[in-house]
């Protein structure tokens, strides 16, 4: 069955010689995998294409296992955060997140364009660790492991929390820290951005600056939440924070 369909390119891989193994991200399908024979060759007109990041429409031979690319044409090839290793560092993790915590052929066409306005702001130059941060609040319904943001998750109290359990799963208020003593203490502010993520509509967003404290407080809560109950240790994330700490982000 030929299929064609909006789609980014999440995962390369190469096989044999002159081929590549695409997983795309796709509108209408969710995720699959295709084989794009050639791709490797520079003058094969699929070539181009058989790059990470790559936005556009696939048209395909549909099989029960890999599909085979039959045309592809690219509408946005996010060039500006392909230039900039820096920018592609944090594109990087956020396609390998995608694949870790997605099934083959489960649509979401909300997590599609979830996906490519992430894309499209880092090659707007807005900050990515801003976004990285939105996107991982955003990804924990995905898999699974929402924690508690609403209000506190030992007594029900929507007070502004004063801290973040781990082993609570959530926000805890003033008069409930006690029932985690390693709890992460934080700012008002930085719970109303962890709620926020969560909630915020991507296509709303303008301007957005936060202080280089807020950002460290937002990262080692959400970093150390990932660690515990996602499962996943991603290259990708272990190379964005060596490039963070060379960038002076630690």
Do not use: W
């Amino acid at each position: 069955m030929i299929q064609k369909v909006e789609g980014l390119v999440i995962r390369t891989t190469d096989y044999g010689e002159s081929n590549k193994i695409l997983t795309l991200f796709t509108r209408e399908l969710g995720k699959v995998g295709v084989m794009s024979r050639g791709a490797k060759k520079p003058k094969n007109r699929l070539s181009a294409a058989s790059q990470l990041f790559m936005y556009g429409t696939f048209v395909f031979q549909l099989s029960s296992g890999l599909g085979t690319l039959n045309q592809a044409d690219i509408s946005n090839s996010f060039r500006e955060v392909r230039n900039d290793l820096f920018r592609a560092s944090y594109a990087t993790y956020i396609v390998e997140l995608t694949d870790k915590l997605t099934e083959d052929r489960q649509r979401n066409p909300y997590l599609f364009e979830l996906l490519y306005q992430m894309l499209y702001y880092l090659n707007e130059g807005i900050d990515p660790e801003v976004l990285l941060r939105i996107y991982e609040v955003k990804m924990l319904a995905v898999a699974g492991i929402k924690p508690e943001l609403d209000q506190c998750v030992s007594c029900a109290s929507t007070d502004v929390p004063v801290a973040f359990s781990i082993r609570h799963a959530g926000f805890l208020c003033e008069q409930c820290l006690h029932q985690d003593t390693k709890a992460y203490r934080l700012s008002a502010h930085a719970a109303r951005l962890l709620r926020l993520f969560y909630y915020f509509d991507l296509q709303r967003l303008g301007e957005i600056s936060l202080k280089k404290e807020t950002k460290k407080e937002l990262q080692i809560i959400i970093s150390a939440y990932y660690d515990e109950y996602s499962g996943l240790r991603l290259k990708s994330r272990r190379f964005l924070e060596q490039m963070e700490r060379m960038n002076g982000f630690e």
